[in-house]
């Protein structure tokens, strides 16, 4: 290389390495001004509105989740074994109680209780004609003494035994009369043999009379016979007309259908489901409250309930019963809610949000919407709390809205300041002045 290219070569050199060193130089300035213009961005303060934080009466409760059932729930079945045929009802209707849910051939049943019904008839006409043979009505009780047989023996031993004492009477006056010698011996042996012969024939009514009072109850108890098995005919009727009402299968309380697994010409059994019956007016609401609030779960104790398919609808109702244990995995009690549900908006198996609300009331801190921050990703809320000239975050827990304010649970005291505007720009010891 020549002296001349050397020396242009240099010179280049010399020119790029000034050309770094100020550049260099012009980049440490505006670092530094860089700096200096953010530590003064820092230092002013930031203007912003604020708003006090308001303490009012609000209603105490415990929030919990659950989801509804039915209140009742009745896979209904036949007391009857046979075939169907007639379904007048589908899943989803809605039956009254006592409305046909099935028919099933009750022709055999019919003819049965037919073949009963005349057997009863024919065990009452033989009681009638037993009762008939006593002289006796319909109903009317046994007395021996009313039956024609026995009051005539009756009336045959009374008059005998009058004879034989009014003959027994004449033959002891002739016997006094035979020792004055009034009388001769032979009128007093008459006398004698009249009176024994009218006491023998006396003995002989009475023996008919207690033949007849036999005979009256031996004809009783034929009645008896008679009437017991009026009676069995009469259960085989009952037995057989329920038959003939078990092939009618009702519903038992009003509901709707949930299922209906039969159909027409199929052969059911009292072990078969006819369809399932879901009551849900009123409905059930079962919740699950962790252990800490077990106590507050009482019967009687008004609870609101809302679900997302009607999200601005709160529906009311008490709680019913609580379950006296608690899980043992969970280590919560189950709490049972009964509400309203006459137009059948909550369906079972609805999931449902629930605040169950205690007696009396409390504090709650209300501040505006505008004061909190939230983000989707973190479950908790910030606000920024004034504290002389400077900003200090607080991390809250938020509750009920009411219009334009929103609870704090915890995080803020009545009375305290909150900031309502250009929250993006501050921080945590941030110096703030209110507008």
């Known amino acids: 290389m020549g002296f001349r290219n050397r020396h242009f070569f240099h010179a280049v050199?010399?020119?790029?390495?000034?050309?770094?060193?100020?550049?260099?130089?012009?980049?440490?300035r505006a670092t530094s001004g860089s700096a200096a213009v953010s530590e003064a961005a820092e230092l002013k303060p930031v203007e912003v509105a604020t708003a006090l934080a308001e303490g009012r009466d609000v209603p105490l409760f415990v929030q919990a989740t659950g989801s509804f059932a039915a209140d009742e729930v009745s896979d209904v079945a036949s007391q009857a074994a046979g075939q169907i045929i007639a379904t007048p009802v589908d899943v989803g209707s809605f039956?009254?109680?006592?409305?046909?849910?099935?028919?099933?051939?009750?022709?055999?049943?019919?003819?049965?209780?037919?073949?009963?019904?005349?057997s009863a008839r024919q065990a009452e006409a033989a009681l009638r004609q037993a009762e008939a043979k006593l002289g006796l009505g319909s109903g009317k009780g046994f007395e021996a003494s009313t039956i024609p047989e026995v009051a005539a023996a009756r009336q045959n031993f009374e008059a005998a035994d009058a004879q034989a004492r009014l003959a027994e009477t004449n033959a002891r006056r002739y016997q006094n009369l035979?020792?004055?010698?009034?009388?001769?011996?032979?009128?007093?042996?008459?006398?004698?043999?009249?009176?024994?012969?009218?006491?023998?024939?006396?003995?002989?009514a009475k023996q008919q009379y207690e033949v007849a009072i036999n005979v009256a109850r031996q004809n009783n108890q034929g009645i008896a016979t008679a009437q017991a098995a009026l009676e069995a005919a009469r259960a085989q009727v009952a037995i057989a007309?329920?038959?003939?009402?078990?092939?009618?299968?009702?519903?038992?309380?009003?509901?709707?259908?949930?299922?209906?697994?039969?159909?027409?010409?199929?052969y059911v059994t009292p072990q078969s489901?006819?369809?399932?019956?879901?009551?849900?007016n009123p409905i059930k609401l079962k919740v699950q409250l962790p252990e800490g609030d077990a106590a507050r779960a009482r019967r009687g104790v008004t609870v609101s309930a809302t679900v997302a398919a009607f999200p601005n609808t709160e529906f009311s109702g008490q709680v019913s019963d609580v379950n006296p244990a608690l899980d043992p995995a969970s280590r919560t009690v189950t709490v049972e809610v009964n509400l309203k549900n006459d137009n059948n908006r909550l369906k079972p198996g609805m999931f449902a949000s629930?605040?169950?609300?205690?007696?009396?009331?409390?504090r709650g801190i209300f501040v505006p919407k505008a004061a909190v921050m939230t983000e989707a990703n973190i479950s908790t809320a910030r606000v920024y709390v004034v504290e002389g000239e400077v900003a200090r975050l607080r991390v809250v827990q938020t509750g009920e809205t009411e219009g334009d304010s929103i609870r704090l649970v915890h995080g803020v005291k009545e009375g305290e300041v909150v900031v309502t505007s250009n929250l993006e720009q501050l921080y945590d010891g941030a110096k703030i002045i209110k507008k």
């Open 273 to 280: 489901k006819i369809a399932t019956l879901l009551k849900t």
């Open 178 to 204: 035979v020792a004055t010698g009034d009388v001769s011996q032979i009128v007093y042996d008459q006398a004698r043999t009249q009176a024994d012969t009218a006491r023998a024939q006396a003995n002989a």
């Open 95 to 118: 039956v009254k109680q006592g409305t046909v849910i099935a028919r099933l051939d009750d022709r055999d049943a019919k003819l049965r209780l037919q073949q009963l019904l005349a």
């Open 354 to 362: 629930a605040k169950l609300y205690e007696q009396g009331g409390g």
């Open 13 to 28: 050199m010399l020119a790029v390495a000034l050309a770094l060193v100020i550049f260099a130089a012009g980049c440490k």
């Open 241 to 266: 007309r329920k038959a003939v009402n078990d092939t009618v299968i009702t519903a038992p309380f009003a509901g709707y259908i949930s299922e209906r697994p039969v159909a027409l010409g199929e």
